[in-house]
């Protein structure tokens, strides 16, 4: 059964935001002593994907500071950090010019490597202990991604081997313990998309190959799974992203359709149906007929 949770309002950083309170299972809020509802992980996942990057990034930084074996909220915070960068930076003629004109990017891009290191320290100690920790090999793999994004995406650098070689061997053995865990298939189908899109072909095989239909069709079959919200919600803009690469734009336009109904305010969102002469209420598809018939990585 799919958990949505319970949406309620939450001033982050002077905008007020939805919060979702996951259901039985789910993260719960934690009050303070005067009995509000402090930010919660799912609060800064809202935030990120509806495009609220930095908010998103100081919420996830006051849950590590609460928490600092909270791979999640260390996950996350790479993420958005990431994603303030791609925004900044945009895609510009010149990127390397880009970056040295951008103030910000400097603290962030060293924000997001120190966090990098101690997430993946702290995964690497806990596989060592336990080689089946699912959730350590799954965030060992998804942080050595958003390292590699960073590097491939707004700094223009073909580096990271280590860190490829690391991700895929770590969700490749997640998949084997558990082969339908959603947020490692969609993180391995980006490995499938990026390698046989970005990848020179003399390189591919080094890499282990790509596969970009094999990819698509891992997350389509991805947003039809029992899955909780958030997870379900990645899977979704991942088969958006990819839709959009491909030029396959009714599919992608009926996805970002049904997302911007839960996150108006992710102006990327907006921007790509306004471009393609439609809006968010042109329409909505649920997140089951939206994959049917037929993001986020680098």
């Known amino acids: 059964m799919r958990r949505y949770g319970r949406a309620r309002a939450l001033l982050v950083g002077g905008v007020m935001v939805p919060m979702v309170v996951m259901a039985a299972g789910g993260r719960a809020a934690a009050g303070g002593e005067d009995g509000a509802e402090a930010p919660t992980l799912a609060t800064a996942q809202h935030l ?8 998103a990034a ?22 958005a950090l990431l994603f303030q960068i791609k925004r900044i930076i945009g895609e510009p003629p010149d990127r390397r010019q880009a970056l040295e004109a951008c103030e910000e990017c400097p603290a962030l891009i060293a924000e997001i490597t120190t966090d ?4 993946r320290a702290l995964a690497r100690a806990r596989i060592k202990t336990n080689p089946g920790d699912v959730e350590a090999l799954f965030f060992l793999g998804k942080l050595n991604l958003n390292y590699i994004w960073l590097h491939l995406g707004p700094l ?47 390189f591919q ?5 790509g596969d970009r239909r094999r990819a698509l069709a891992a997350v389509r079959d991805a947003v039809q799974s029992d899955a909780d919200f958030f997870t379900l919600v990645e ?17 992608a336009v009926a996805i970002a359709r049904g997302l911007g109904l839960d996150f108006p305010g992710n102006r990327e969102l907006l921007r790509f ?6 809006g968010i209420s042109s329409g909505h598809s649920g997140p089951t007929d939206e994959a049917s018939p037929g993001p986020r990585g680098e």
Not at 48 to 55: A, I, K, L, T, V
Not at 116 to 119: C, Q
């Open 205 to 209: 095989w080094v890499l282990g190959g």
């Open 235 to 251: 899977a979704r803009f991942a088969l958006w992203e990819m839709l959009r690469r491909e030029d396959q734009v009714t599919d």
């Open 58 to 79: 100081a919420i996830a930084l006051a849950l590590q500071s609460a928490d600092p074996t909270d791979l999640a909220a260390c996950e996350l915070r790479t993420a």
């Open 273 to 278: 149906l306004e471009v393609n002469g439609t």
């Open 156 to 202: 223009g650098r073909r580096t990271g081997w280590s860190e490829y070689r690391e991700a895929k061997r770590s969700l490749d053995a997640l998949l084997k313990i558990g082969p339908q865990h959603v947020r490692a298939r969609v993180a391995r189908a980006w490995i499938d998309y990026i390698v046989d899109t970005k990848v020179p072909g003399i």
């Open 48 to 55: 990120y994907f509806d495009g609220q990057y930095g908010p």
């Open 116 to 119: 990098v290191a101690r997430g």
